[in-house]
């Protein structure tokens, strides 16, 4: 059993609509969760970061943490034809230069 | 922040030959990190590479197949050598700067 799971899709929503991404894991050591949007010939850049369970939002984004189900999701709000991309989740034990795991990624389509 | 570059961005190989990637860092860094990233899997870390110092592989990895460069606190090279189309992939460079920031990528296809 790989210690990050994540439905590789391929998901394709219409513009406008609510996008949810989810992940599953494995190691309850998992501290730190990050979502990273990686588009088409470009290396993965950061776009949310929790700390433990909870909810964070910025703007149209949306992250979710549930460490008692060991299962964490990010919403897109009102999507766009530029959210087109793959979201890899991410998690760690410890925050800074602790080793990071990643999941496979989804790859997302918006359809204007 | 930190904006980081990768040469060549892509490249294509004959098995049995070795490339080097370069990774270009606009600022100091201690660690500088050189990830794997196949179709369909997820980022692997292949090694961490500290100035000064042997670079740390993880498992899996070994220093005579991906040979790590370290010269200077902006730059480092990650070899790979004696290539087989299994090493096709993407290797990025990855700093971490208050977060975790990434390269362009280096896409290399191995005939």
């Known amino acids: 059993q790989k210690e990050v799971e994540q439905d590789p899709g391929p998901l394709s929503v219409p513009e406008g609509a609510i996008v949810s991404l989810n992940c599953t894991y494995s190691?309850?050591?998992?501290?730190?969760f990050m979502w990273y949007r990686q588009y088409s010939r470009k290396g993965p850049e950061l776009l949310m970061y929790?700390?433990?369970?909870g909810n964070k939002e910025d703007g149209r984004f949306t992250a979710q943490v549930d460490k008692s189900s060991k299962y964490i999701s990010l919403f897109i709000r009102d999507s766009q034809p530029s959210d087109s991309a793959t979201y890899l989740c991410?998690?760690?034990?410890?925050?800074?230069?602790?080793?990071?795991?990643f999941g496979t990624g989804t790859k997302l389509q918006v359809i204007p | 922040s930190a904006v980081i570059s990768q040469k060549p961005s892509r490249d294509i190989c004959q098995r049995g030959t070795s490339l080097t990637i370069q990774c270009q860092v606009d600022?100091?860094?201690?660690?500088m990190f050189w990830y794997r990233q196949q179709p369909g899997q997820s980022l692997t870390l292949i090694a961490t590479?500290?100035?000064?110092?042997?670079?740390?592989?993880e498992s899996g990895f070994v220093i005579d197949k991906f040979p790590i460069s370290r010269p200077n606190l902006t730059f480092s090279t990650l070899t790979v050598s004696n290539m087989s189309p299994e090493d096709s992939s993407i290797y990025l460079c990855?700093?971490?700067?208050?977060?975790?920031?990434f390269g362009p990528g280096t896409r290399l296809l191995v005939l």
């Open positions: 990855s700093v971490f700067v208050e977060t975790q920031y």
């Open positions: 190691n309850s050591a998992f501290q730190y």
């Open positions: 929790t700390y433990s369970s």
């Open positions: 991410a998690m760690s034990a410890g925050g800074g230069y602790q080793k990071v795991t």
């Open positions: 600022s100091q860094v201690t660690m």
């Open positions: 590479a500290n100035q000064g110092s042997e670079a740390t592989y």
